[in-house]
């Protein structure tokens, strides 16, 4: 059975920097393409930031330089290195295994002003 465990959120105020892992068990990072995502207070969830199985990395405009997504297959686990918080990166992260139903439970990330 595949399982997505995130963790790694927490409240922090803008300018501040979260690691947040997403480990996985049942599956193994370096074959899939992984996902994060987010989901804001009344807003759709929207893709962060993407790894394929073969390293290459994609990012939304409204993270990119900020953030970075990377795997440690040692550890079967995803990351996502998040500097230079904004308050409009407050929200629910969720990894993924793309394409696939495989998620995470969600972590919270709040960003003070």
């Known amino acids: 059975q595949v399982r997505l465990v995130e963790s790694g959120g927490g409240l922090v105020q803008a300018g501040g920097s979260l690691r947040l892992s997403c480990a996985v068990f049942g599956s193994f990072v370096r074959d899939n393409d992984m996902a994060w995502y987010r989901q804001a207070p009344g807003k759709q969830l929207e893709l962060v930031a993407s790894i394929a199985s073969g390293g290459n990395t994609t990012y939304a405009s409204s993270v990119e330089g900020r953030f970075t997504i990377s795997r440690d297959d040692a550890k079967n686990t995803v990351y996502l290195q998040m500097s230079a918080l904004k308050p409009g990166d407050t929200g629910v992260y969720y990894c993924?295994?793309?394409?696939?139903?495989?998620w995470g439970q969600g972590t919270q990330v709040t960003v003070s002003s």
């Open positions: 993924r295994i793309v394409p696939s139903d495989y």
